[in-house]
């Protein structure tokens, strides 16, 4: 598979694994603000950057924003103070790799973004065989 062919699966990827944060969004399973530690600071999170994200790798604009903006909930993420359940925090890791890798041009490997996208749709079933085969077709 050609370098643009693995970006088109990427992103075919991407807008689902978005698809499910913004249902997980939608249903309230996305702590909107965390407590950070090291500071004790509130911090509200934005719902929009990882839609933001794909924008920018489709348009090619500047990512300087979009990278200093996913720094903090990234780093929250590990550090434990922002709390997600499974597939949100699959599918934010989905866009936020995706966005490394065709935007900042980082060496992300190529099936940590696949791996994470479909376990951003929960258990394994018919349909994540699906969606994977759905992206494979839209890359060839």
């Known amino acids: 598979m050609s370098a643009e062919q693995k970006k088109r699966v990427h ?3 991407a807008s689902i694994a978005l ?3 913004e249902k ?3 249903s309230g399973l996305v702590p ?3 407590q950070e530690t090291v500071t004790g600071t509130l911090q509200d999170v934005e719902e929009l950057l990882p839609a933001e994200a794909l924008v920018c790798i489709v348009e090619k604009t ?4 979009i990278s200093a903006r996913f720094l903090e909930p990234t780093c929250a993420s590990g550090d434990e103070d922002w709390h997600l359940a499974d597939e949100p925090m699959y599918a934010y ?3 936020y790799n995706a966005f490394q890798k065709y935007a900042l041009g980082k060496d992300i490997d190529d099936w940590m973004i696949v791996n994470q996208a479909l376990s951003s749709l929960g258990t394994p079933t018919d349909e994540t065989h699906s969606v994977f085969e759905m992206a494979l077709n839209e890359a060839a």
């Open 24 to 26: 997980a969004i939608a």
């Open 93 to 95: 890791l989905t866009i």
């Open 32 to 34: 909107l603000s965390y």
């Open 62 to 65: 500047d990512p300087t924003s």
């Open 19 to 21: 698809k499910q944060w």
């Open 11 to 13: 992103l075919c990827l």
